[in-house]
C-alpha cells in the first residue's frame, strides 16, 4: 500500500533573479509503500535533500504534488502542515537538530508536547521510544553531554515518539564515525524489520545505501535509476 | 515539559542575552519614570522660580482710564477655570516711624488673613493682620529696624497717625506681588478708611493657577468686565521669565519625547535581536511541528516575562533615581526642593508600556520568523534582509520626513502650537533611523579603509562581519543614531536658545545702576510725570553719574493683543538697544526720530502687523494709530512688545514717567554711587538694583533653567549610553560561536578582541555621523520651533564641543561595550564556544 506519492514534482529556487533560477528537483514521481525503507543517494548537488525537503512539507514544491497518506500537502495552510510534520513525519538530519536547553527525554517528548499531550503521557512515549533506540539510560542528559552518535540516536528516537507513517532521514551518518554510522543505520533497519515503520534515507554513502531495500539515485535532480536490492531497477 | 520548561532552559543555558533584553526593558521604564519625574519636577521648579521672582502668575483688573475704581463693579470671577483667588488691592504711600527712624514706604492693603490662607501671602513669623491697628511688615524691614512682631510701629496715613502692633513678618518674595518694593501690609478696609477711600481700589490681581493659560484666562475675565474696566497683563513684572520658561518647557517636552523615543527604541532593539537570533531555534521548533501561533505565543509569553521583570526592576531603578535628580534641578534653580511628587499613574504607565513594547517589538520578528520558508529559517548563515523590508524602510523614511515637514511647517505659520514640533522631531529622528541599515554599509566600508594597515586582517574581518550581519548591526546602529542625535539636537538648541536670550540681554541692559518703580501707586498721570522728570533730574545731577537713560512701561493694545509699550530715551550717540529683523539700524533710528515704532516679532506674528503698517494702539483707554516701522527681536514680555522714543511716546501716549532709570556710572564711580541711589529709591519709593544683581538676577533664572534641562539631557545621555552599550554586548554574545570558530582558523585571542573592537568602533564611528545629521536637524527644528515663541529664528552655531563630546561617547561607549564581552568570550574554551549555538 503507497504511503508517500509524488506527481511531476519539480523546485525552482529564484534566489537571485529568474536569470539565475535553479531547478533543484525536476519531474520526479515517485511511490513509497508502507514499511519500505528507502535510500536516496546521488552526488552533492542532484537534489536529493530537496526532494526529502519537499517530502517532509518543509518547502513547498514549484509544482506538481506530494501526496501523504493520499493527503496532498501542497492544499494544507501551514497550521495543517505543521501538524501533518508533528503527527505523521518524523525527521532526522545531519546535525541532529537536538535542543541543546533540553533534556534527551525532553527533546524526545517535545513534538508530542507540541501536539497538546500531557508530559506523563508524552514523557512516557518519549522513554518508550529511547528504550527502543538503546538511549533510555541517557534520557536526562543533555545533548552536549552526549556523543554524535548518541545523539543521532536521540534524534531517531525524536522522530519515532509519535508514531509516525514516515521517517525522512537527510545524511543521518553523515557527522558519524564509522561505528556509529553502523549502529544508526542497523537502528534504522531494525525499526523497519521490527515495527514496519516507512522510512526514507539520504546518504551519499554507498555502503549505508547498501543497507536500504530500494535506492533511489538522483542526478541534476531527477530521478536517474530506482531500484529494489538484489532486483532490476523498477 | 512544557513550552514554558523550554522557555526557562534557554534562559538558563543562554543567561547573558536574556538578563540583556530585561536590561533594556528595566533602562528604558527607569528613564521613562526618571525623565518624567525629573520633568515634572522641573516643571515645578520654574513655577516656584516664576513665583519667587515674579509672583504667582496674574492678571491685573484695572480702570480704563488708570486711577481707582469701585471694587464693586468688578463682578465675579473666581468660578472661571484656571483663577487661584482674586485679590483687591489698594496701595498707598505712606510713612513709618520706628524710634528715630522715619521711612517712606508703599503699604498694601489686603485681606490679609485670607490670602495667608490662600497661600499668596507667606509669613516668616506671626499671624496675619486682623483688625485696624495691626500691620504686617516685611522680614527684611522689621529686621533692619529692628523690631519684630508684637513690637509697634507709627503709621502716618492722611487721616491719622496710627500706633500699629506687627502681627507678622512677611518674606520679601511674597510681598512683591502685591507691588515691587511693598514692605507694608494693612488690613485693606483699614487703610482705606485711613486714606479716605471707602469701598475703592487701586487694581483687583487675579491670581491664575499654575497650569491656566493665561491669554484664554484673560479673555475670559475682558469678556465679564464693564466697559470703564480692563483685564491686562500686570506692567513690569518680570515677563523675561515667563519667556525663558515657554522655551524651557518646550525643551523640555523635546527632551522628555526624544528620550522616551529612545527607551522605546532601545526595548524594540532588544527584542528584535532578541528573537530574530533565534530564528534558527524557532525553525527547529516549528519542523518539529510546531504552528505558527504556538511560536508566536511561545516568544509573546518570553517578551512579557521580560518584559514584567525589565519593567519592575526598571521602575524601581527610576524611582530611585529621580529623588536625587530632582533635588539636583531644585538645587540648580535655586528654589526649595518640594520633594519628589510622582503622578500615581507614572510608574503602573511605564510597567504597562514595557511590557506592551517588550511584546510589540518581540511579535514582528516572531511573525517573520514564523511566515518565513522553513529551509530558510533553518540555514544557519543569516540572510539579507528581503528587498520587500527595504522598499518598506524607504517608504517609512519618505513618510516619516513628510510628517516632519507638514507639522513643522503648520507649527511654523500658526496653525499649529510650538509643542507640534515635539511631533516633528521624533518623526525625523525615526526617519533618520530608518534610513541608517542604508548608510550604515557603505560608512562601513569607508571606514574598513581607514584601519592601520598594521590591523588590516582584523579590519577586514570587523567590516565582513557588520556587511554578513545587515539587520544585527543595522538595529545596533540604530540605538547609536537616536542616542547621539538626542545629545548632538538637544545640546545644540539649549546652548543656542541661552547664548540668544544672554546676548540679548547684555545689549538691551547696559548699566551699572537700574532704578526701578517700586509699585503702581494712583497717583495722577500728571503727578507721576512730574515726580518722574524731578527725578531724573536729581539723578543726573549727582557727582559721579554719566549717563541716565528712562523707560517707560505701560500696558497696550495692539489689534486686541496684549502688549507691552517700551519708551526710551534712545539718544543719537548712543547705540540702539535693538536688534532690528529684515532693516538697518540707521534705518530704525530713523525711523523712530520720525515717531514711528518697532514691534516686537511675537507682537507682530500675534496681531499680523508688517513692517511699513499702520496700528492703532490702545493705551490707558486712548487709542492712538502708529506706523511701526520695523520690527525687532525682543524679550521683554515674551516678545510681545511696541518700542518707540520716548518723547514720542509722550506726545503719542502722554507717557511721561520712568518707570525704569538706567544709571551709568562716570569710569571707576559706579560703587560710590549706591548710597545716593538708595537715598534717592527711598524718597520716590523706587528700587535700587546694581547692574550686577540685575545680571545674577537674570543669571538665576537662566542657569537654573539650563542645568535643569541639562540634568535631563545627561539623564538621557546615560540612558542612551547604557542602550548602545546593552545591544552592543547582545551584539558580541551573539557571535560567541563565530569567534571560536575564527579561533580555531588561527586567530590570536588579541586579534578577536581587536576586531570586535573595531567592528564597534566603525559602528559608533558610522552611528556617530548618522546621529550627528540627524542631531543637526534636530536643532534646526527645534529652533524653527523657537519662532512663534521668540517671534525670531535663534542664529544657529555648529558646536564642535558637542559633537565631539557625543561622537566620542558613542565611540568609547561601544568599545568599551564590546571589548568586555569579547575578551570574556576568547576566553572561553574553544570547544564550548564552537558549539554555542
Known amino acids: 500500500m503507497s504511503i508517500l506519492r509524488t506527481e511531476a514534482l519539480e523546485k525552482t529556487f529564484n534566489t537571485a533573479g529568474a536569470e539565475a533560477a535553479v531547478t533543484a528537483v525536476r519531474d520526479v514521481n515517485l511511490t513509497v509503500d508502507s514499511g519500505e525503507f528507502v535510500a536516496v543517494i546521488g552526488a552533492s548537488g542532484s537534489g536529493k535533500s530537496t526532494l526529502l525537503h519537499l517530502l517532509g512539507g518543509i518547502t513547498r514544491p514549484t509544482s506538481g504534488r506530494v501526496l501523504l497518506e493520499g493527503v496532498d500537502l501542497a492544499t494544507l495552510d501551514d497550521d495543517a502542515l505543521a501538524a501533518v510534520r508533528r503527527r505523521r513525519i518524523g525527521f532526522v538530519f545531519q546535525r541532529y537538530n537536538l535542543l541543546p536547553e533540553l533534556s534527551l527525554l525532553e527533546n524526545v517528548a517535545l513534538p508530542l508536547v507540541l501536539d497538546g499531550v500531557g508530559h506523563v503521557r508524552a514523557d512516557a512515549a518519549a522513554l518508550e521510544a529511547l528504550e527502543a533506540v538503546g538511549m533510555a539510560g541517557r534520557a536526562g542528559h543533555r545533548p552536549d553531554e552526549l556523543s554524535g552518535g548518541e545523539q543521532q540516536r536521540g534524534a531517531i528516537a525524536r522522530a519515532l515518539v509519535t508514531r509516525p507513517a514516515i521517517v525522512l532521514a537527510d545524511e543521518p551518518t553523515g557527522a558519524l564515525d564509522t561505528v556509529n554510522s553502523a549502529r544508526v543505520v542497523e537502528l534504522l533497519q531494525r525499526l523497519v524489520a521490527e515495527r514496519r515503520q516507512t522510512v526514507i534515507l539520504i546518504t551519499h554513502d554507498p555502503a549505508v545505501a547498501a543497507a536500504a531495500a530500494r535506492v533511489v539515485r538522483m542526478c541534476d535532480g531527477r530521478i536517474e535509476s530506482d531500484s529494489t536490492s538484489g532486483a532490476a531497477p523498477r | ?189 483699614a487703610l482705606e478708611a485711613m486714606s479716605l477711600s471707602t469701598a475703592e481700589v487701586d487694581r483687583v490681581r487675579i491670581a491664575l493657577l499654575a497650569d491656566a493659560d493665561r491669554a484664554r484666562v484673560m479673555a475670559a475675565v475682558a469678556e465679564r ?125 511605564a510597567i504597562v508600556m514595557g511590557v506592551f513594547l517588550a511584546v510589540a517589538a518581540a511579535w514582528w520578528p516572531a511573525r517573520e520568523a514564523t511566515s518565513l520558508d522553513l529551509l530558510e529559517g533553518l540555514a544557519a548563515a543569516p540572510t539579507a534582509a528581503p528587498p520587500s523590508a527595504s522598499r518598506n524602510l524607504l517608504v517609512a523614511a519618505a513618510a516619516l520626513t513628510v510628517v516632519a515637514a507638514v507639522s513643522e511647517a503648520l507649527m511654523y505659520v500658526g496653525v499649529w502650537p510650538p509643542r507640534a514640533s515635539v511631533v516633528s522631531g521624533i518623526a525625523l529622528l525615526l526617519a533618520f533611523v530608518s534610513l541608517t541599515p542604508f548608510l550604515l554599509i557603505p560608512l562601513v566600508r569607508l571606514l574598513g579603509r581607514l584601519v592601520p594597515s598594521r590591523w588590516q586582517v582584523e579590519g577586514r574581518l570587523a567590516v565582513d562581519q557588520i556587511v554578513r550581519q545587515p539587520i544585527r548591526t543595522a538595529l545596533t546602529a540604530g540605538v547609536l543614531v537616536v542616542a547621539v542625535s538626542n545629545g548632538i539636537g538637544l545640546g545644540h538648541a539649549i546652548r543656542d536658545s541661552v547664548e540668544d536670550v544672554l546676548a540679548w540681554y547684555g545689549k538691551m541692559l547696559k548699566a551699572d545702576w537700574v532704578l526701578t518703580q517700586a509699585g503702581a501707586l494712583s497717583v495722577s498721570r500728571e503727578e507721576r510725570g512730574a515726580d518722574s522728570r524731578r527725578m531724573e533730574r536729581i539723578v543726573r545731577e549727582l557727582a559721579g553719574v554719566a549717563d541716565v537713560e528712562g523707560i517707560g512701561v505701560a500696558t497696550g493694545r495692539v489689534a486686541g493683543s496684549v502688549c507691552v509699550v517700551i519708551a526710551r530715551d534712545m539718544p543719537d550717540d548712543k547705540p540702539l538697544p535693538l536688534e532690528p529683523v529684515g532693516a538697518t539700524i540707521d534705518e530704525v533710528r530713523q525711523a523712530l526720530a520720525r515717531g514711528e515704532a518697532v514691534a516686537g516679532t511675537v507682537l507682530a506674528q500675534r496681531a499680523g502687523v508688517k513692517a511699513g503698517d499702520e496700528v492703532v494702539v490702545e493705551v490707558s483707554g486712548r487709542a492712538t494709530p502708529v506706523k511701526v516701522a520695523a520690527l525687532v527681536v525682543d524679550y521683554t514680555s515674551g516678545g510681545a512688545s511696541l518700542q518707540l522714543r520716548r518723547d514720542a511716546a509722550r506726545k503719542i501716549f502722554g507717557m511721561e514717567a520712568a518707570d525704569v532709570l538706567l544709571v551709568t556710572a562716570e569710569p571707576g564711580r559706579a560703587a560710590a554711587l549706591r548710597e545716593p541711589l538708595e537715598a534717592i529709591a527711598r524718597e520716590h519709593s523706587m528700587l535700587l538694583r546694581s547692574f550686577g544683581e540685575l545680571r545674577r538676577y537674570i543669571d538665576r533664572i537662566v542657569t537654573g533653567v539650563v542645568g535643569s534641562l541639562w540634568s535631563i539631557l545627561g539623564l538621557g545621555f546615560v540612558v542612551g549610553s547604557l542602550g548602545v552599550a546593552n545591544t552592543v554586548t547582545m551584539n558580541v554574545l551573539e557571535k560567541k560561536r563565530s569567534l571560536g570558530l575564527l579561533r580555531a582558523v588561527g586567530m590570536r585571542r588579541g586579534q578577536v578582541v581587536r576586531m570586535v573592537v573595531l567592528e564597534s568602533i566603525m559602528l559608533g564611528i558610522a552611528g556617530g555621523i548618522i546621529g550627528l545629521v540627524a542631531g543637526l536637524t534636530t536643532a534646526l527644528f527645534i529652533q524653527l520651533a523657537s519662532q512663534p515663541l521668540l517671534g525670531h529664528p535663534l542664529r544657529f552655531h555648529v558646536r564642535p564641543d558637542i559633537i565631539a563630546v557625543n561622537l566620542l561617547a558613542a565611540v568609547v561607549v561601544t568599545a568599551l561595550a564590546a571589548w568586555l564581552p569579547a575578551r570574556r568570550a576568547v576566553r572561553l574554551d574553544l570547544l564550548e564556544s564552537i558549539s554555542a549555538e
Not at chain 2, 495667608?116 to 496675619?128: F, N, Q
Not at chain 2, 520658561?245 to 523615543?261: P, W
Not at chain 2, 518584559?307 to 526598571?314: A, E, L, Q, R, T
Open chain 2, 225 to 349: 468686565l464693564p466697559a470703564s474696566l480692563v483685564a491686562d497683563v500686570p506692567v513690569g513684572r518680570a515677563s523675561m521669565a515667563d519667556d525663558v520658561l515657554h522655551s524651557a518647557n518646550l525643551g523640555l517636552d523635546f527632551v522628555t519625547a526624544l528620550t522616551l523615543a529612545m527607551s522605546w527604541f532601545i526595548v524594540g532593539n532588544a527584542m528584535l535581536m532578541n528573537v530574530a537570533e533565534r530564528r534558527r531555534g524557532l525553525s527547529l521548533v516549528r519542523l518539529l511541528g510546531a504552528t505558527g501561533r504556538q511560536v508566536r505565543r511561545f516568544v509573546v509569553l518570553e517578551a512579557a516575562i521580560l518584559g514584567g521583570v525589565g519593567s519592575i526592576v526598571g521602575a524601581a531603578l527610576g524611582l530611585a533615581a529621580a529623588g536625587p535628580i530632582s533635588a539636583g534641578i531644585s538645587q540648580a534653580l535655586q528654589t526649595p526642593p518640594a520633594g519628589l511628587a510622582v503622578e500615581p499613574w507614572l510608574v503602573p504607565f
Open chain 2, 1 to 189: 515539559m512544557r513550552l514554558r520548561t523550554l522557555l526557562v532552559r534557554q534562559w538558563r543555558n543562554r543567561p547573558g542575552r536574556a538578563v540583556a533584553a530585561a536590561a533594556s526593558v528595566a533602562v528604558a521604564v527607569g528613564a521613562v519614570v526618571a525623565t518624567w519625574a525629573a520633568a515634572d519636577a522641573s516643571r515645578a521648579g520654574y513655577r516656584r522660580l516664576t513665583e519667587t521672582i515674579a509672583g504667582v502668575p496674574s492678571i491685573d483688573i484695572t480702570a480704563r482710564d488708570g486711577g481707582r475704581f469701585d471694587a464693586t463693579l468688578v463682578p465675579r470671577v473666581v468660578d472661571l477655570p484656571g483663577i487661584r483667588a482674586a485679590v483687591p488691592l489698594f496701595y498707598r504711600p505712606t510713612l513709618l516711624r520706628v524710634g528715630e527712624s522715619r521711612l517712606r514706604e508703599v503699604a498694601v492693603g489686603v485681606d490679609a488673613a485670607a490670602l495667608a490662607a490662600a497661600g499668596l501671602l507667606t509669613l516668616e513669623s506671626g499671624e496675619p493682620c486682623r483688625e485696624d491697628d495691626e500691620v504686617i511688615l516685611d522680614a527684611t524691614l522689621a529686621k533692619g529696624l529692628g523690631v519684630g512682631v508684637g513690637d509697634e510701629v507709627l503709621f502716618f496715613a492722611r487721616r491719622r497717625i496710627a500706633r500699629m502692633r506687627i502681627t507678622g513678618l512677611a518674606t520679601g518674595d511674597s510681598l512683591r506681588w502685591f507691588a515691587e518694593g511693598a514692605t507694608v501690609v494693612v488690613d485693606i478696609q
